[in-house]
């Protein structure tokens, strides 16, 4: 007997702030839930939460929302009494039975956007949104439950445990939620939207060994559409759920979207904004290669080329096309020889190193008589005739005669 009115059964629940208990109201005569408080040291389970939970249910009255009754303190604890729902949660059925239909899943998720659209309204968060929280009565309705985390707008944001940990189930964590900023009513639809992916496929959208990773995938992965886990899904349930797990949660819809029946928008591609048509024309005449003097290694218009980055996209092939016509045009067997470049008025030019044609000179003359065999010799009257070519010949002074000979005969030249 708790508080001397309710009268307490089998255990229908249990969880990390308390055990929930089937029990009938003596004073009005009726079925009802009791959930007695069960502290644990060390966490936020503690008669503050407890009593947060009790005043967030008082405050909705929504058929999709479990209805809360009393609360109060029995025995340095506290306890809240519930509306009983005679079924069982969604995670049970789930395990039970495997994934849903399309369109039972759909239905499940949208009568719980319903409840969370009053919650929302109220300024109230859930934070815990699973399918263990979800639940199912015999007529197939579904009732949002176990607000014990739940976070009112206009409080002060409690993301962090005393223990420095998230509150929630990581599995359902929204990334803005991963990243410890406060929960907001985006937060919600995100864990719905990992819920309705976990209906269809049998799992959550991100797996991982431990929590970490599976957060890590929440704030850096785009989640597998379900028709590639399970093909005979339709395309909208893809898009539901992909609208749903948005990154940015300013692009999921709201709860009251979602009970409405509201579809994704259409999926909007950025439309080409330069077509094959728009490529600019060469700028470059292809004869700028013929005009160019010998360059460099490096020729100029390499440097062009990084001049205009905006076109580069568009022109690369051009461009390739005529670097290599430049580099080709420099290795031309047309082009001058090095040696030609010098002025050709300049008086101190070196000379061509091809020699000009010889032509004839005394020198010549000079070279043949080298080449005549030797001769007889010659008469001591007589002079040698190329004598005179060593020594010019002075004029005969008055009264001197000129000495012709004065030694014996000249040896030929060998």
């Known amino acids: 007997m708790i508080a001397r009115r309710y009268r307490t059964g089998a255990i229908i629940g249990r969880g990390g702030m308390g055990e929930v208990y089937r029990a009938h109201d003596l004073v009005l005569g009726r079925e009802v839930a009791v959930k007695v408080m069960l502290p644990v040291e060390g966490t ?15 405050r909705l009255s929504d058929p999709h929302v479990v209805a809360a009754y009393d609360f109060g303190e029995y025995e340095d604890r506290f306890y ?13 059925e789930l395990r ?10 759909r239905s499940i998720v949208r009568q719980a956007a319903a409840g969370l659209a009053t919650a929302h309204r109220e300024g109230i968060v859930h934070r815990d949104i699973k399918p263990d929280n979800l639940l199912l009565t015999r007529d197939g309705s579904v009732k949002v439950a176990d607000f014990g985390i739940v976070r009112f707008l206009q409080d002060t944001p409690t993301t962090l445990t005393a223990g420095g940990q998230l509150v ?34 049998g799992h ?3 797996l991982g060994e431990n929590p970490a990773s599976v957060m890590f995938q929440h704030v850096q992965r785009e989640p597998m559409p379900p028709s590639e886990v399970r093909p005979d899904l339709p395309r909208d349930i893809d898009e539901l759920v992909l609208w749903m797990l948005a990154k940015d949660a300013s692009r999921r819809p709201t709860a009251a979207e979602l009970a409405d029946g509201a579809i994704p928008p259409p999926t909007t591609t950025p439309p080409t904004t330069t077509p094959p048509t728009t490529t600019p024309p060469t700028t470059t005449p292809p004869t700028t290669t013929a005009t160019m003097a010998p360059a460099p290694p490096v020729p ?18 051009t461009v390739l096309a005529t670097v290599v016509g430049i580099v080709l045009a ?12 010098a002025p050709s008025n300049n008086p101190t030019s070196t000379a061509p190193s091809v020699p000009p044609k010889p032509s004839p000179s005394p020198t010549r003359a000079l070279v043949r008589t080298t080449t005549i065999p030797p001769r007889p010799p010659v008469p001591p009257h007589t002079v040698e005739p190329t004598r005179s070519r060593t020594k010019p010949s002075q004029p005969n002074r008055p009264g001197k005669p000129t000495q012709t000979h004065s030694k014996g005969p000249k040896k030929p030249k060998s």
């Open 44 to 58: 936020l389970a503690a008669s503050e939460r407890f009593l947060r939970e009790a005043r967030a249910i008082a």
């Open 80 to 92: 809240l009494a519930m509306e009983l729902v005679d079924g069982h949660t969604v995670g049970e």
């Open 96 to 105: 039970c039975s495997g994934p849903f239909s399309p369109d039972r899943a």
């Open 168 to 201: 929630g189930t990581t599995h359902f964590l929204s990334p803005e939620r991963a990243l410890g900023k406060p929960a907001e009513p985006p937060s919600d639809i995100y864990a719905l939207g990992c819920v309705l992916y976990q209906l269809v496929t």
């Open 204 to 206: 959550p959208p991100f």
């Open 300 to 317: 100029a218009p390499v440097r062009r080329k990084s001049a205009k980055p905006a076109l580069a996209g568009a022109v690369a092939a």
């Open 330 to 341: 420099t290795r031309s067997p047309e082009l001058p020889p090095a040696n030609n470049l």
